[in-house]
């Protein structure tokens, strides 16, 4: 795992739900088929309304249009996001977007272990709500070893609440290869 991640910050508000993270309709596509998994990166974000992306009217979209990645690596949002369903595509989606970090207030708790059993990306929570300082396109700097977010074009930096007991699950990559590397598992995947 990466020690910072750096790139440009894509801002939402509060309660950004599942269904707009990967909409329902584009469930269709199988995440074990290379191709399709794409699939999920080229559509993450699509449900999110323009008024709650803080985006003006015909802006910028999260992934452009005939692309399957986004040009933001960082998403910084408000309270509670990733709620509704129990989605286990919308953190993937992200991923495949090709975010590596969220940056929220809090989470629902359903997307916050789905984000990290799957090793898809880091769940940072702010210790101040940063949806209501950073800019969509501005670019920023995670630190992981100091839990801080630097803003590039003024060094501003603001304090991130530390990983903790989910630090060693994405250090290994998912839950999985945590749980063979601590010996919870064999080699083989079976439980000991």
């Known amino acids: 795992m ?21 909409p ?10 290379e191709s399709e998994r794409r699939m999920f990166g080229k559509f993450a974000l699509s449900g999110v309304p323009e008024a709650q992306s803080g985006l003006p009217h015909g802006g910028l979209r999260f992934v452009p249009e005939n692309a399957d990645r ?3 690596t960082v998403i910084v949002a ?3 996001f990733g709620c509704g369903s129990s ?3 919308a953190p993937l989606a992200l991923a495949e977007a090709g975010v590596e970090a969220v940056v929220a207030v809090s989470y629902a708790r359903i997307f916050f272990r789905n984000a990290v059993n799957g090793g898809y990306l880091i769940p940072y929570e702010s210790v101040e709500d940063l949806s209501r300082v950073l800019a969509t396109g501005d670019e920023a ?5 100091r839990n801080t977010l630097t ?5 501003t930096v603001f304090a991130l609440k530390p990983l903790g007991d989910i630090l060693p699950i994405l250090e290994a990559g998912d839950i999985f290869a945590y749980a063979r590397q601590s010996g919870y598992l064999s080699q083989q995947g079976g439980a000991r």
């Open 2 to 22: 990466k020690k910072t991640t750096r790139g440009r910050v894509f801002v939402l508000g509060d309660n950004v739900d599942t269904d707009q993270i990967i």
């Open 24 to 33: 329902a309709d584009k469930l269709v596509y199988n995440p074990s088929v």
């Open 70 to 72: 986004s040009p933001y």
């Open 78 to 80: 408000g309270k509670n």
């Open 87 to 89: 989605r286990e595509h």
């Open 141 to 145: 700097e995670i630190n992981i070893e």
């Open 151 to 155: 803003l590039i074009k003024n060094g």
